[in-house]
């Protein structure tokens, strides 16, 4: 069974601190994403990351950055948090070929102050 | 820039009803389309998926139908039950996902 785990379930952070959001996949899935979930805006994508080192943008990289050392953990960081990052941010892994299916983590709701 | 519409943002059915969602997409290089459901609270999860080479695909109660020509496809799901009771994303891909805004499904007794 694969499992997507997230380092928090909730986080209340302060503008201006440096925020630590952390991934790990148990499955040795090459992918693994980062979204951002906001009421009536579905899921928006961060960060995506196709083996270890590498990182594409995805929509929304503004005020984001990432880092994917190992391959089962995928970190992302918010610089100086802003109250526009207070949201539900979800990550996910996938096998390397098309159409793979994506497992998603329960989630990170942060609240940034 | 690629981009998937999905409809309506909101669906309320009467239980045992039929409830139908629609996504149209502009990629026509698209060919794979996969459905998540999402339950309050909990992750999204994979329930159906259809590859560009067939027009329908079903899985018990639930179907997912798809028009290349059109550009559209359609989450169809019967007998509606308390438990289908979601939020339901519709997505496109030819390289990598494109997410629709989310269908809130909301099960009537």
């Known amino acids: 069974d694969v499992k997507v785990t997230q380092s928090s379930r909730y986080l209340v952070k302060r503008t201006g601190e440096k925020v630590f959001l952390e991934c790990v996949q148990d499955?040795?899935?090459?992918?693994m994403f980062w979204y951002r979930q906001d009421p009536g805006l579905g899921l928006r994508l961060i960060y995506f990351?196709?083996?270890?080192?590498?990182?594409e943008k995805g929509d929304i990289p503004e005020g984001y950055s990432v880092s994917r050392e190992k391959k089962e953990r995928f970190s992302l960081i918010l610089e100086s948090a802003s109250t526009n990052q207070t949201s539900m941010y979800l990550c996910?892994?996938?096998?390397?070929?098309?159409?793979?299916?994506?497992?998603f983590g329960p989630g990170t709701r942060l609240l940034v102050l | 820039g690629e981009n998937v519409e999905q409809h309506p943002s909101t669906l309320s059915v009467q239980e045992g009803d039929s409830a139908v969602i629609k996504c149209t997409y502009s990629?026509?290089?698209?060919?794979?389309f996969p459905w998540y459901k999402q339950e309050l609270g909990k992750r999204p999860q994979l329930i159906i998926d259809?590859?560009?080479n067939v027009g329908e695909k079903k899985d018990q109660r639930i179907a997912v139908t798809l028009n290349k020509t059109a550009k559209h496809f359609s989450l169809h799901i019967t007998e509606t039950q308390p438990e289908d009771s979601a939020v339901y994303f519709c997505?496109?891909?030819?390289?990598?996902?494109?997410w629709g805004a989310g269908t809130k499904l909301i099960i009537k007794p």
């Open positions: 996910a892994s996938s096998g390397q070929g098309f159409g793979e299916t994506q497992y």
């Open positions: 499955m040795d899935h090459e992918n």
């Open positions: 990351s196709y083996d270890v080192k590498m990182k």
């Open positions: 990629d026509s290089a698209s060919n794979y």
């Open positions: 259809i590859r560009s």
């Open positions: 997505a496109q891909s030819n390289y990598q996902l494109i």
